[in-house]
């Protein structure tokens, strides 16, 4: 197992070094300007279409359906688990939120451009459904020469679902929570191909399995309609907390704030190691955010 950690960390180290992290600030800093600091200048045009549909709109599902879907893959362990790992356990330190916070602004810029492509190259498929994103403008924006690219970004972007950022962390992060709440001492289990899992584990996991397909099998529909419901209890549940750990520590927030700068522009080495806490900080931060 140890073996297999190193090997990961030795991949991470070597996807998330400075070529990429250069890159995406990079296109960011571009599109940004590119766009005339759209994300600052147009936010208020963008919370006004959360709620409210432009005119002349067509599409399958309302804007605050659309919104409610994209959040629901972007509030949860991510923001938690996430920047805890990022500052801890991956030695990032506090810096590492400062820029989180850049490479998120100048994401903004990505993310319209990302999203404007996909509206304009997205294609009707043969039962009337809506189908874009990144596989339909690198084929049809980029042209028909670039259908290879399209393939290759698709089975990445699954294999970095299943084991990346969603269905196996996401999964595991609950299983662990339920298993520690109704059988923290592993007294009631059972051997599934040579490893031993609790019930709790087991019947959570078939639960989550089902009730998923219940919702993934009726389409973008049946998706965003229950994203309405969840995601904002979720992201109410979510903001109200983080405002409650900000306010009982608030006596700490100038010393965390005056930390979080200091560090993410330190060039002093990391415990063991020869690289500058500002490039462990930038690396974590981007990476994160």
Request: proline content about 3%.
């Amino acid at each position: 197992m140890e073996k297999f950690t190193k090997i990961l960390e030795t991949i991470d180290g070597y996807v998330w070094g400075i070529p990429l992290i250069v890159l995406i600030m990079a296109v960011g800093i571009f599109l940004t300007f590119r766009l005339r600091l759209l994300q600052i200048f147009h936010l208020p045009k963008a919370l006004k279409f959360m709620f409210k549909n432009e005119n002349g709109g067509k599409g399958e599902i309302s804007s605050f359906a659309a919104l409610c879907t994209a959040l629901s893959a972007t509030i949860g362990t991510g923001n938690i688990v996430g920047v805890a790992t990022a500052i801890g356990v991956l030695s990032g330190g506090p810096g590492a939120l400062l820029w989180m916070w850049i490479a998120a602004l100048l994401g903004m810029a990505t993310k319209f451009s990302e999203g404007f492509l996909a509206i304009k190259y997205r294609r009707m498929d043969a039962d009337g459904h809506v189908c874009g994103g990144p596989f339909y403008y690198i084929e049809y924006g980029m042209g028909k020469k670039w259908k290879w690219l399209a393939k290759v970004f698709a089975f990445f972007g699954a294999c970095v679902g299943l084991f990346g950022i969603g269905t196996f962390s996401q999964v595991n992060g609950i299983s662990s929570a339920v298993q520690a709440f109704f059988d923290p001492k592993k007294e009631h289990t059972v051997n599934i191909f040579g490893a031993d899992y609790t019930w709790a584990v087991i019947i959570s996991g078939l639960l989550i399995t089902i009730f998923a397909a219940l919702v993934i099998i009726g389409g973008i529909k049946r998706i965003s309609s229950v994203s309405q419901v969840v995601v904002p209890f979720m992201a109410v549940v979510y903001i109200v907390a983080c405002l409650s750990l900000i306010v009982i520590n608030i006596q700490r927030l100038p010393h965390a704030v005056a930390l979080i700068f200091e560090q993410a522009f330190s060039f002093k080495a990391v415990a063991g190691g020869s690289l500058p806490t500002m490039f462990i900080a930038i690396q974590k931060g981007v990476a994160r955010g």
